[in-house]
T-cell receptor, first 112, second 111 residues
Framework: GQQVMQIPQYQHVQEGEDFTTYCNSS?????IQWYKQRPGGHPVFLIQ?????EVKKQKRLTFQFGEAKKNSSLHITATQTTDVGTYFC????????????FGQGTILTVHP | DAGVIQSPRHEVTEMGQEVTLRCKPI?????LFWYRQTMMRGLELLIY????????DSGMPEDRFSAKMPNASFSTLKIQPSEPRDSAVYFC?????????FGAGTRLSVL
């Protein structure tokens, strides 16, 4: 898969504030996936975006795939303490083997 | 389904000892991945298999690391001899499409 750069590396917010993490690539991505890893836990699949300009929502989470399919974002509205963890974007390279290239992750801390 | 099962959950060993990590993928999944995660280096792909065949082991750090998948329901990652810098959390993941399902991981400490 293509390299994906993720920013910011860390984000500290007060509970109730919004949060956004961005995933960028210099080349067109076939798709983008988002995973969440709670502290001490393992990465868990959240969603996959495939289409240009696609927007999907899961409760307070909004996922977007850019029109050029070179970037993606995850936005959390009104963060809660349960949102803490590391959020990874990942790209599947289009092979049949399911290999993913992960971004570096954004570590979210939510202060109550 | 019980998900991807890894054992042991924690391993503490002394430098120079052999360490074997085990993974049982989700039944029916045809790809299996071994990752290592540290604060310094993040999540690194070590090796992955498709239909029990190793496809890419370019992420394996050294010859001290080896992995096998003798059948569709079992894989091992072996480190021999282990070194303190191998201390990390090792994850196994399986997939049948692009979506990967991770095990709970093995936290390895090499003293």
């Amino acid at each position: 898969g293509q390299q994906v750069m993720q920013i910011p590396q860390y984000q500290h917010v007060q509970e109730g504030e919004d949060f956004t993490t961005y995933c960028n690539s210099s080349t067109t991505l076939s798709n983008i996936q988002w995973y969440k890893q709670r502290p001490g836990g393992h990465p868990v699949f959240l969603i996959q975006l495939v289409k240009s300009g696609e927007v999907k929502k899961q409760k307070r989470l909004t996922f977007q795939f850019g029109e050029a399919k070179k970037n993606s974002s995850l936005h959390i509205t009104a963060t809660q303490t349960t949102d803490v963890g590391t959020y990874f974007c990942a790209n599947a390279g289009g092979t049949s083997y399911g290999k993913l290239t992960f971004g570096q992750g954004t570590i979210l801390t939510v202060h109550p | 389904d019980a998900g991807v099962i890894q054992s042991p959950r924690h391993e503490v060993t002394e430098m120079g000892q052999e360490v074997t990590l085990r993974c049982k993928p989700i039944s029916g999944h045809n790809s299996l991945f071994w990752y290592r995660q540290t604060m310094m280096r993040g999540l690194e792909l070590l090796i992955y298999f498709n239909n029990n065949v190793p496809i890419d082991d370019s992420g394996m750090p050294e010859d001290r690391f080896s992995a096998k998948m003798p059948n569709a329901s079992f894989s091992t990652l072996k480190i021999q001899p282990s070194e303190p810098r191998d201390s990390a959390v090792y994850f196994c993941a399986s997939s049948i499409s692009d979506i990967q399902y991770f095990g709970a991981g093995t936290r390895l400490s090499v003293l």
